[in-house]
T-cell receptor
Framework: GENVEQHPSTLSVQEGDSAVIKCTYS??????FPWYKQELGKRPQLIID?????GEKKDQRIAVTLNKTAKHFSLHITETQPEDSAVYFC???????????FGRGTSLIVHP | DAGVIQSPRHEVTEMGQEVTLRCKPI?????LFWYRQTMMRGLELLIY????????DSGMPEDRFSAKMPNASFSTLKIQPSEPRDSAVYFC??????????FGSGTRLTVV
């Protein structure tokens, strides 16, 4: 089955800095890669996703890149703000399975 | 749409008691998932349904756990008897054909 590794487990940055979270996956058939943000005590919420026919996708301050050859994808947050502090989960979904495999999460802390 | 609705939000019970968690998926979503989240193990998929039929329950930890989906708008996760190590946040999620995945607000279960 699919295996998703996520790094780092904790990331601490100063407000205004950029933050990068990286994930690798094992199943070359995976074709959908969502990212979820979970604020303390709340549900995970989808913030951005990318499909395997696209290399990069942006939405304001967040962007996701995908390297299918290397089987890794990354979340980039620019101009971080304290409200970006949360746990971020990556996931990979193999075509046909519809079931995402989640990474272990990255706790992002943005210091004002 | 009110999203995925879970109840109760919090449950405190004594060891040995039966616990029932409830979930109402988004109308029209054909997949429903039950997850357990702990600090130690992250997000674990317990079981999922497709069109009300259980497809994969390999993540259910023990026979003490059972799940049902009697119709397209309701699912339950039951633990009988409950144990302190079952303490966790239990999320229900539903999914549409475009892979869109929506989590409920979760049930925080504490077994004392």
């Amino acid at each position: 089955g699919e295996n998703v590794e996520q790094h780092p487990s904790t990331l601490s940055v100063q407000e205004g800095d950029s933050a990068v979270i990286k994930c690798t996956y094992s199943d070359s058939a995976s074709n959908y890669f969502p990212w979820y943000k979970q604020e303390l005590g709340k549900r995970p919420q989808l913030i951005i996703d990318i499909r395997s026919n696209v290399g990069e996708k942006k939405d304001q301050r967040i962007a996701v890149t995908l390297n299918k050859t290397a089987k890794h994808f990354s979340l980039h947050i620019t101009e971080t703000q304290p409200e970006d502090s949360a746990v971020y989960f990556c996931a990979a979904t193999a075509g046909g399975s519809y079931i995402p495999t989640f990474g272990r999460g990255t706790s992002l802390i943005v210091h004002p | 749409d009110a999203g995925v609705i879970q109840s109760p939000r919090h449950e405190v019970t004594e060891m040995g008691q039966e616990v029932t968690l409830r979930c109402k998926p988004i109308s029209g979503h054909d997949y429903l998932f039950w997850y357990r989240q702990t600090m130690m193990r992250g997000l674990e998929l317990l079981i999922y349904f497709n069109n009300n039929v259980p497809i994969d329950d390999s993540g259910m930890p023990e026979d003490r756990f059972s799940a049902k989906m009697p119709n397209a708008s309701f699912s339950t996760l039951k633990i009988q008897p409950s144990e302190p190590r079952d303490s966790a946040v239990y999320f229900c999620a539903s999914r549409d054909l475009s892979y869109g995945y929506t989590f409920g607000s979760g049930t925080r279960l504490t077994v004392v």
